[in-house]
């Protein structure tokens, strides 16, 4: 979609269709909103005078204008009350405006932030309105190849600001929003295609497109050299499936060259059948979004570099299928991990953790200055947490407290769950170093707990995403289906990340 800028007024704009945004029982109405009654003889405020529309949540009205102002028809929607405006509010409503205006075949959108309340800071205005059509519209259709004049989109989108001011403002927020939406594009796309379209080696081709930015560079290390670093624990997990595997690091610096890098670290399991401890039929095709993590992390290099944001961060992938083939790996195998720790695989659908084990200990090459991993890790954490909602956890408070901020700006929510000493016992082998699995309680804490053993000192936090990576139903601004979970969210944090004091 296109997306301009302009200084005018709505009055003057031709398009399909204005947005405008309505607050609940609010009986003066906006001077914006009031220009456009003006002109149209009042129908707006019949509407409100009426009780029709209250401007509640999410309620959406249609007027058309019969040639009274140049745009054709007026899409209002409800944000609520206005003293509850919040950010996640204000993408929501402008998305399920977008939604409409797209099943009404409309083609060209034109709207503006000038009703909205002065407490909430223009750019972050712009950029929810913005980021909220852009999310709200994403489709991902390349399989269809029916009926393709049948998928609608909107082509264009205006936003038009009143003085000089908001123009430089909403311009720059634009630009943002645009680079950050297309990431969580990537995102979405990436993790809706199936395994038979998504292996290691497809993944792996990603990464190598995203590496084609300035500052950017990919490096793919394959099985052999693997072999050579003592990844076994991620080599354990390929060995029942013909794909061959792949480790993936993306590399970006745009910060100063003693600041240590930021390592980003996403599971990326391209299909998760279970292996030999086979998960049951019924939803298995799910097991394609198992390397949501490792897209996340891809997209968040792809948004930081296109950003051109001052900080230096890395990601890595460590990507296999996990299948049941002959050289599988088994119930109750040992395997020497790259650390050099050895774990008894008592269950081959925990492979999650084993393969995100040797990405850990690599991460430690970089002498990070933190290490955030993402992973659909357990379905205990969607026991936990249900499926909007993140669990966190880790080791390092300031680095737990900057990601709650970031959760709480971006709406990629995330619940801090501990990880205590008292679990540890969960994961102790008979006659390994470590099992990877515990019994059935705590099963998102004691994944954590696993994965902890290969973090070293290095200040960690965990995200186990396994909920909000997929929905099943329609979300304000994520269309069911991949969410794209991660992008903004680690955006926003790195965004936030003063560059180390110079020492
Ligand atoms: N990829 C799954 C976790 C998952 C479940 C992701 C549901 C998304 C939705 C992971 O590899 C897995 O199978 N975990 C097991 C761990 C168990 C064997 C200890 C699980 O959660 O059942
Ligand atoms: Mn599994
Ligand atoms: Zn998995």
């Not at 609010?26 to 409100?48: L, S």
């Not at 529309?53 to 929607?77: C, D, N, Q, W």
């Not at 998760?272 to 490792?294: C, Y």
């Not at 669990?391 to 959760?407: Q, V, Y």
Request: charged share 25%; hydrophobic share 40%; glycine share 8%.
């Amino acid at each position: 979609m296109k997306i301009k800028v302009i200084k005018d007024s709505l009055l003057n704009i031709e398009v399909d269709t204005l947005i405008v945004s309505y607050f609940e029982d609010e009986k003066d109405m906006p001077p914006v909103i009031k220009a456009i009654d003006a002109k149209c003889g009042g129908i707006i405020k019949d509407m409100i005078d009426s009780g029709d529309f209250t401007g509640k949540l999410y309620e959406l009205s249609v007027h058309y204008t019969a040639k009274a102002l140049p745009a054709k028809r007026i899409v209002m929607v409800g944000l609520g009350k206005r003293t509850e405006l919040d950010l996640e509010k204000l993408r929501g409503g402008f998305s399920k405006a977008a939604q409409h205006v797209r099943s009404l075949k409309q083609k060209n959108v034109a709207t503006s932030i000038d009703p909205i309340p002065s407490d909430v800071p223009a750019d972050k205005a712009v950029e929810a309105v913005t980021e909220g059509i852009l999310l709200g519209l994403y489709q991902f259709t390349p399989y269809k190849t029916l009926d393709r004049d049948k998928i609608k989109d909107v082509e264009s989108l205006t936003i038009v600001c009143e003085d000089n001011k908001s123009y430089e403002i909403s311009k720059a927020a634009v630009k943002s929003s645009q680079i950050i939406a297309k990431a969580v594009y990537f995102v979405r796309d990436i993790v809706s295609r199936p395994g038979n379209n998504m292996t290691p080696t497809d993944l792996a081709n990603e990464a190598i497109k995203i590496a084609k930015r300035k500052n950017v560079k990919v490096t793919i290390i394959n099985a052999s050299e693997m072999k050579k670093m003592g990844m076994n624990a991620l080599l354990g997990v390929a060995r029942g499936s013909n794909e061959p595997p792949k480790f993936i690091i993306l590399e970006y610096y745009g910060g100063r060259k003693s600041d240590p890098a930021g390592v980003l670290v996403g599971k990326g399991i391209t299909f998760d059948s279970g292996g030999i401890s086979l998960k049951p039929a019924a939803k298995m095709d799910e097991m394609k979004t198992d390397m949501a993590g490792g897209a996340a992390v891809l997209g968040t290099i792809m948004a930081v570099a296109d950003l051109k944001l001052p900080v230096n961060v890395v990601a890595l992938v460590p990507a296999t299928e996990n299948l049941p083939g002959g050289r599988a790996l088994k119930p109750g195998d040992i395997l020497k991990s790259m650390s050099g720790q050895t774990i008894e695989v008592l269950n081959t659908d925990a492979e999650g953790r084993l393969i995100l084990a040797d990405a850990l200990s690599y991460a430690g090459k970089f002498k990070p200055a933190f290490i955030i991993d993402l992973a659909t890790l357990t379905g205990a954490c969607v026991v936990a947490l249900g499926n909007s909602v993140a669990g966190m956890m880790g080791t390092d408070d300031n680095l737990k407290e900057d990601i709650k901020k970031a959760a709480f700006a971006t709406g990629e929510k995330v619940w801090e769950l501990p990880i205590w000493e008292d679990y540890q016992d969960a994961i102790k082998s008979d006659i390994a170093d470590f099992k990877n699995v515990g019994n059935r309680d705590a099963g998102a804490i004691t994944a954590a707990v696993f994965l902890s053993q290969f973090v070293g000192d290095h200040p960690w936090v965990h995200l186990d995403i396994a909920g909000p990576a997929w929905s099943e139903k329609d979300r304000p601004y994520s269309p069911k289906g991949a969410s794209g979970i991660g992008v903004r969210l680690l955006v926003e944090f790195l965004r936030n990340r003063k560059p180390a004091a110079h020492k």
